[in-house]
């Protein structure tokens, strides 16, 4: 009961609305005729001022505007058939039929209409025959004048139409792009939300399995430090994967404490030589957790393949702007590699179209280095340098 009584009180202010935008309409289309009567009343008036006609500029303009009274509602009621039926615009055939209807309907009614107030002003009687009259003074010359008056206001009012039209299609347009840009951003910030969620647990794994392995040794005190290492690891991995960016110093020390719980597993058989970490690239910004993986690769195909020393590099450089970070580690042909999950390199390539569209790689493969095989895994990116910090 409720809804009908609400959708009822609806339907008059729907209907209050169209008259009030009818009348608004109807209002705009009065002051824009009265502006151009005014105009062309006044170049009469001057006109007999300099005859020395003695007639008032009032009679004048209101002379112009009673005979432009109909055209001011032929243009309403254009307007809103056109705004109401824009498949008349959409052709040119649709715009060539209502002209010719226009012609056939309208211009005749306009005529007749000028004829009545020819009699009126006059002061001549109205009937069939002083009409007949009234159109054969009139001429070609006043119909041709009322035949531009009316092409004149259809052109008008099919140009402001159109115009309008174009403008609420370029704004639904408009509207619509943002629409899909916005929901194209939603979707990949569920992207990357959803890859922080995978990496997350997969370092913790990880991590897990380093302190698994030092518990196996019987060495209490090593296992301890080791879960004391691997409390800050998460403390840094849970507070940097809620952000978009990093300090790349911040992690380049996360990095090297990773690496210090791996010594404690691998002991002297862990080798890595970083280089050119240089003061401006470890200023700039990247994506966070974004180097362990690699990392965690290298000593996955390195160390856990054989019972040697590794020989794990990881090399920065800079080159108008473009970062490169490598990260190697040589490959022993005979032993079976370690699988492991192999999640770490498909989703750092993930995060990296997610968060440098179009301008950021990863490669991955064997490359030789003096005769010696190696893995190596390049990253090219922007370096994204934030406010403030040291060029």
Same mark, same amino acid.
């Given at each position: ?51 020395g006609t003695q007639r008032g500029y009032d009679d004048i303009l ?27 615009l959409s052709t040119t055939r649709g715009i060539v039929v209502t ?19 020819y009699l009126l002003r006059s002061k001549q009687e109205l009937g069939?025959?002083? %009409? @007949? =009259?009234? &159109?054969? #003074? ?6 041709? /004048? !009322? ?25 639904? %347009? @408009? =509207?619509? &792009?943002? #629409? ?6 939603? /979707? !990949? ?203």
């Amino acid at each position: 009961m409720e809804n009908l009584i609400s959708d009822n009180a609806l339907k008059p202010r729907t209907a209050a609305s169209t008259v009030a935008g009818a009348l608004k309409l109807l209002l705009i289309n009065i002051l824009i005729w009265t502006s151009m009567c005014a105009v062309g009343a006044l170049g009469n008036y001057g006109d007999l001022v300099k005859h020395g006609t003695q007639r008032g500029y009032d009679d004048i303009l209101w002379s112009w505007i009673s005979s432009h009274m109909l055209m001011m509602v032929f243009s309403t009621c254009l307007y809103i058939i056109f705004m109401r039926c824009q498949k008349f615009l959409s052709t040119t055939r649709g715009i060539v039929v209502t002209y010719g209807l226009m012609l056939l309907c309208f211009l005749p009614l306009e005529i007749i209409y000028v004829d009545i107030l020819y009699l009126l002003r006059s002061k001549q009687e109205l009937g069939l025959l002083q %009409l @007949q =009259q009234a &159109m054969f #003074d009139l001429g070609g010359f006043g119909v041709f /004048l !009322e035949f531009a008056w009316s092409t004149g206001a259809f052109i008008a009012v099919l140009a402001i139409c159109t115009w309008r039209q174009g403008r609420v299609r370029e704004q639904a %347009l @408009q =509207q619509s &792009m943002n #629409d899909i840009l916005r929901l194209r951003l939603d /979707l !990949e910030e569920q992207k990357l939300n959803a890859l922080r969620g995978q990496l997350e647990p997969h370092f913790i794994f990880n991590c897990l399995n380093a302190i698994s392995a030092l518990v196996r040794s019987d060495d209490k005190r090593i296992a301890l430090t080791g879960l004391n290492r691997l409390s800050d690891l998460l403390r840094y991995a849970l507070t940097a994967s809620s952000k978009d960016w990093v300090r790349i110093e911040d992690e380049m020390t996360f990095i090297r404490d990773y690496l210090e719980l791996q010594r404690l597993r691998y002991g002297e058989r862990l080798h890595i030589h970083i280089d050119g970490d240089t003061t401006t690239i470890l200023a700039g910004d990247c994506p966070p957790l974004l180097l362990q993986p690699l990392l965690e690769n290298a000593l996955r195909h390195d160390l856990d393949c054989h019972e040697g020393n590794s020989d794990i590099r990881m090399q920065f450089s800079l080159k108008d702007e473009e970062l490169s970070i490598r990260v190697s580690n040589t490959v022993t042909d005979g032993n079976a590699a370690n699988p492991g999950l192999g999640l770490g390199l498909p989703q750092t390539r993930a995060r990296l179209e997610l968060m440098y569209p179009g301008r950021a790689s990863m490669q991955s493969g064997k490359v030789s280095d003096t005769g010696q095989s190696r893995y190596e895994v390049e990253i090219r990116m922007p370096l994204h340098m934030p406010e403030g910090a040291a060029s």
